[in-house]
């Protein structure tokens, strides 16, 4: 492969075991359960700060079982990348694939998918393998490529766990030409939105008769911050859409690899009402097939009734300032406004960062 990912996952010891032990930081006389003590501290962390919620998205794994149940074939040898549990493995097995193997960075989440896949009757359906899928060769699929590959390394941002970087990797040293990828693709998507409530959290104005806005002159207006790091669900606060949707990156992991992004690009824009643009906020949707027969979403008003969801991806916001010499000022717009959204991504594609400026 080109270039190696600038993302590994959580936990990723596979071939060092000298990961940081959970519990490192507690002092001798507070307890630590005997199951915790060996296993590594980033294991334990992204296991609790969003595996289980993931798991408990049963739309989302509903969505894994119908794409796997529809386009797998009885003879059909499965690819996975990330099989944490082993679930997706399962559901690709109980779609009726001939053999599923199933990769799995960290080593004591390959060994919990191994005995899960067990506890449920599948192992001999299913080889865990404990490697990055960029160590991976043809060689551990029993000498041949594979019918079709399964996924969930999808971040709060579509891209944010290098999804382009190994699935492409994969697709080209792993897959049959013709193999079938699911989720197929997705978009990466925008708003523009006014919310009072984050400008609440993000920002100072005034205090009885005192004018505190100078204080903004550090307010960061640069990073993509996720929602889970603020705590809320954007589905929760007071908002308005000035620009209800737009797509900032249409991604097909059939064809595309590193690279298939621009590192800058502008989007243009038409503001949708007056208001106030506090923020970009990002999403995006991801399709079982190149067909695009169902679709998961972690845009707001999808993820209203499904708080697993809210908590495991949520959404990410960006600030927006109309950059003044005195520091940022609101960025105010009148019904159709033109705007230019620059778009700038990381090399690696998994990092966003946006410029709002007047066309
Ligand atoms: C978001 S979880 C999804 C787990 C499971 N597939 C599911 O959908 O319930 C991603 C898992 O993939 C693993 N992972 C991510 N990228 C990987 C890669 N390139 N190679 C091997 N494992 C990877 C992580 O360690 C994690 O356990």
């Known amino acids: ?9 959580p936990g990723a010891d596979c071939d060092a075991n000298q990961a940081e032990l959970f519990g490192r930081d507690l002092e001798e006389h507070f307890e630590l359960p005997e199951r915790l003590a060996d296993k590594s501290a980033s294991l334990v962390e992204a296991v609790n700060d969003f595996h289980y919620a993931m798991l408990n998205d049963h739309e989302r794994n509903e969505f894994y079982r119908r794409a796997l149940a529809e386009q797998i074939q009885p003879s059909d040898i499965v690819l996975e990348i990330g099989t944490g549990s082993g679930l997706l493995a399962m559901l690709a097995a109980k779609a009726g694939a001939r053999h599923v193997y199933a990769i799995e960075a960290n080593r004591h989440m390959a060994q919990l998918a191994q005995h899960i896949i067990s506890v449920n009757g599948l192992a001999d359906r299913i080889t865990v393998i404990n490697a990055l899928s960029t160590e991976v060769t043809v060689e551990h ?16 941002l579509l891209l944010g766990e290098s999804a382009l970087q190994y699935i492409s990797d994969a697709r080209e040293r792993l897959l049959k030409p013709d193999a079938r990828i699911i989720p197929a693709g997705g978009r990466q998507l925008i708003s523009l939105v006014e919310s009072e409530d984050i400008k609440s959290i993000t920002s100072v104005q005034s205090w009885g008769d005192l004018d505190l806005r100078a204080f903004n002159v550090l307010q960061d207006t640069v990073s993509l911050v996720f929602t889970k790091q603020y705590g809320f669900r954007f589905s929760s606060t007071k908002h308005k859409m000035i620009v209800s949707k737009a797509t900032v990156a249409d991604v097909d992991f059939h064809t595309d690899g590193e690279g298939a992004l621009p590192l800058e ?9 007056d208001g106030r643009v506090d923020a970009v906020l990002t999403y995006w949707e991801a399709y079982d097939s190149r067909e695009k027969t169902s679709v998961m979403s972690t845009e707001p008003s999808a993820t209203e009734g499904n708080f697993a969801r809210d908590m495991q991806w949520g959404q990410a916001i960006q600030l927006v300032e109309e950059a003044t010499e005195t520091g940022p000022q609101p960025f105010h717009v009148k019904k159709g406004d033109k705007l230019e959204l620059v778009v700038r991504f990381s090399e690696d594609s998994a990092v966003m960062q946006f410029s709002l400026q007047r066309a």
């Open 265 to 273: 690009m502008t989007v243009e824009l038409t503001a949708e009402c």
């Open 141 to 156: 699929l029993g000498g041949q490529r594979a019918d079709a590959l399964v996924s969930e390394i999808l971040g709060t």
């Open 1 to 9: 492969m080109a270039a190696q990912p600038k993302w590994f996952p």
